[in-house]
Every structure is written in structure tokens, then in C-alpha cells.
């Protein structure tokens, strides 16, 4: 299915002004919030990385240019309250099959991202992950999922400007041979998490906004919970490398699927 709503940048107009967004209270005493530390709940479960909480600068850096200190005091930040854990990787097909007994993907591979899922499949595989663990994993939410890869990046990129770098961080149209990759092969983000640009898009918990405020997901997810577009992060194999920045976004109803969208799992932690 067609993905919609592409954007790449953001302007001071506030689009996704990712404000203040709380991590869900579900948490789990056996994963305390130490910064970088990786913890897995099963042999086939996601292997998880604690990341901190903290503030970021988002939106594209050129859109600000003209402000004073680079638009510093008008830039829309995310913000994050609490640490919270991030898959390392994508959700392999090895992972995904191990919950669910299948594997969808066109493209096919153990150690490739599942890929041709919809929204409300992550949604089933969470919650038999769960079942299985006893644990809280869930999808992230879009300020999670930006604060994880922008890595205390203001740039484009989590290690900068340069466009021609982004071969040896992400697959995309340049380098992927139109073809998704198994994870982990390129360099990682300073938060230690690979291929949050490229390779596939991301499903996102949150109902895709024009606008969000502190307050929109928690209003797109009560009142449009069959209908809305759910945003996906991080571009693609088949993106340009000005299509696959830290700041762009798209959606798609969550009930289509797509060769080149996948997800990564989060977790609460204490």
C-alpha cells in the first residue's frame, strides 16, 4: 500500500511539537534504568537498550537557519520524562516467527526485519510477547522513537550533516539494492541502537498529527483508535538519503502493510 503523508521537514510553525510526552506507567523491577544497558527476556526475545530521558532539539536544522543560534529558542523539542528501553535492532523474522508461528516477509531472511505487517499485527505479536514473558513491551511512542535516534543529535543525522556518511549507518536507496538487510551490520547511533534510519520504516504507537501537542496522543489514541493513520519513522531501503533523516515522517492506516515497513519493540522501565 501506498505510504502517505511523507514529510521531511518541520518548520517553526510547530509541527510535530513533540513537547512533553510521559513513558506509560507499566514497569517492570527487573530492568532498572541504567543508561546503555542492554537486557533480553528470552532467547528469542528483542534484545532492549535502556536509554535515558532527557530534551533534544527536532525538526530539520535548515528550516531554522535564518533564527538566532539556529532557531534554538523556537525549534520544536522532544522531550522525554523518563528512561525507557528501545529495541536494538528491528524485530527480526527469527523473533517475529518465534511468537507468532509465521513469517510474512517478502523478502525473506532469520535475521532480516519482518517486514509486510500491519499496525494491528505488532499489536497482536506485543501482546503474545508479553503472555509469553510476563513483561510490558509495547510499540514506542513517537517522541521515544526520535529522542532514541537523534542520540542528543540536533542534526539531520544522528552523527551529523554529511549526506555521503549515511552509507555506513543506514540502508537506503544508495546502498540497499533494493533489498532490505539483516540488522545490526551498520554502524550504531551513539545510544548503541543500529538501523533506526533505513532498512524499513517503523511502526509508531501514536496516531499520525500535523500538529501534536502534549496532549494529542493521548486524544488520537482514545478517539481514533479504528480510523487514524498510525505514523511510521526512519525511512526505508527505497529512500533517497534526504527522505531517511531523523526528521522525517509519514503514516499509513494501520491496517495496511508494506515490503519496506517493519517495527521495533519498547519497554517501561522503573
Same mark, same amino acid.
Given at each position: 500500500?501506498?505510504?502517505?503523508?511523507?514529510v521531511?521537514g518541520?518548520?517553526?510553525?510547530?509541527?510535530?511539537?513533540?513537547?512533553?510526552?510521559?513513558?506509560?506507567?507499566?514497569?517492570?523491577?527487573?530492568?532498572?534504568?541504567?543508561?546503555?544497558?542492554?537486557?533480553?527476556?528470552?532467547?528469542?526475545?528483542?534484545?532492549m537498550?535502556?536509554?535515558?530521558?532527557?530534551?533534544?532539539?527536532?525538526?530539520n536544522?535548515?528550516?531554522?537557519?535564518?533564527?538566532p543560534?539556529?532557531?534554538?529558542?523556537?525549534?520544536?523539542? &522532544?522531550?522525554?520524562? !523518563? %528512561?525507557? #528501553?528501545? =529495541?536494538? $535492532?528491528?524485530?527480526?523474522?527469527?523473533? @517475529?516467527?518465534?511468537?507468532? +508461528?509465521?513469517?510474512?516477509?517478502?523478502?525473506?531472511?532469520?535475521?532480516?526485519?519482518?517486514?509486510?505487517?500491519?499496525?494491528?499485527d505488532?499489536?497482536?505479536?506485543?501482546?503474545?510477547?508479553?503472555?509469553?514473558?510476563?513483561?510490558?513491551?509495547?510499540?514506542?511512542?513517537?517522541a521515544?522513537?526520535?529522542?532514541a535516534?537523534?542520540?542528543?543529535?540536533?542534526?539531520?543525522?544522528?552523527?551529523g550533516?554529511?549526506?555521503?556518511?549515511?552509507?555506513?549507518?543506514?540502508?537506503?536507496r544508495?546502498?540497499?539494492?533494493?533489498?532490505?538487510?539483516? &540488522?545490526?551490520?551498520? !554502524? %550504531?547511533? #551513539?545510544f =548503541?541502537? $543500529?538501523?533506526?534510519?533505513?532498512?524499513? @520504516?517503523?511502526?509508531i504507537? +501514536?496516531?499520525?498529527?500535523a500538529?501534536?501537542?502534549s496532549?494529542?496522543?493521548?486524544?488520537?489514541?482514545?478517539?481514533?483508535?479504528?480510523?487514524?493513520?498510525?505514523?511510521?519513522?526512519?525511512?526505508?531501503?527505497?529512500?533517497i538519503?534526504?527522505?531517511a533523516?531523523?526528521?522525517?515522517?509519514?503514516?499509513?492506516?494501520?491496517?495496511?502493510?508494506?515490503?519496506?515497513v517493519?517495527?521495533?519493540v519498547?519497554?517501561?522501565?522503573?
Amino acid at each position: 500500500m501506498p505510504i502517505k503523508h511523507l514529510v521531511r521537514g518541520f518548520g517553526a510553525a510547530g509541527i510535530l511539537a513533540l513537547s512533553v510526552f510521559s513513558t506509560p506507567s507499566l514497569a517492570d523491577e527487573t530492568h532498572p534504568a541504567t543508561p546503555g544497558k542492554t537486557f533480553r527476556d528470552c532467547d528469542k526475545c528483542p534484545e532492549m537498550v535502556v536509554i535515558p530521558s532527557g530534551t533534544v532539539l527536532g525538526g530539520n536544522p535548515k528550516d531554522f537557519a535564518d533564527e538566532p543560534n539556529g532557531g534554538a529558542a523556537v525549534r520544536p523539542k &522532544v522531550v522525554v520524562q !523518563k %528512561p525507557f #528501553a528501545i =529495541g536494538k $535492532y528491528e524485530v527480526t523474522q527469527s523473533e @517475529w516467527d518465534a511468537v507468532m +508461528d509465521s513469517n510474512p516477509s517478502n523478502n525473506k531472511g532469520p535475521a532480516l526485519p519482518v517486514e509486510q505487517i500491519t499496525w494491528k499485527d505488532t499489536q497482536e505479536y506485543i501482546h503474545r510477547l508479553n503472555a509469553k514473558t510476563g513483561k510490558h513491551y509495547r510499540l514506542p511512542s513517537e517522541a521515544e522513537w526520535e529522542f532514541a535516534a537523534r542520540a542528543n543529535s540536533a542534526e539531520p543525522y544522528t552523527y551529523g550533516t554529511d549526506e555521503a556518511a549515511l552509507k555506513a549507518h543506514a540502508w537506503f536507496r544508495d546502498n540497499a539494492e533494493g533489498k532490505t538487510h539483516p &540488522v545490526g551490520q551498520l !554502524k %550504531p547511533n #551513539a545510544f =548503541g541502537v $543500529y538501523d533506526m534510519l533505513g532498512n524499513a @520504516w517503523e511502526w509508531i504507537e +501514536d496516531c499520525y498529527g500535523a500538529n501534536l501537542t502534549s496532549s494529542s496522543p493521548e486524544y488520537f489514541t482514545k478517539e481514533w483508535p479504528k480510523v487514524c493513520y498510525r505514523v511510521i519513522r526512519g525511512g526505508s531501503i527505497e529512500n533517497i538519503a534526504s527522505a531517511a533523516t531523523l526528521f522525517s515522517r509519514a503514516s499509513l492506516k494501520q491496517v495496511n502493510h508494506n515490503i519496506n515497513v517493519g517495527f521495533r519493540v519498547a519497554h517501561s522501565v522503573p
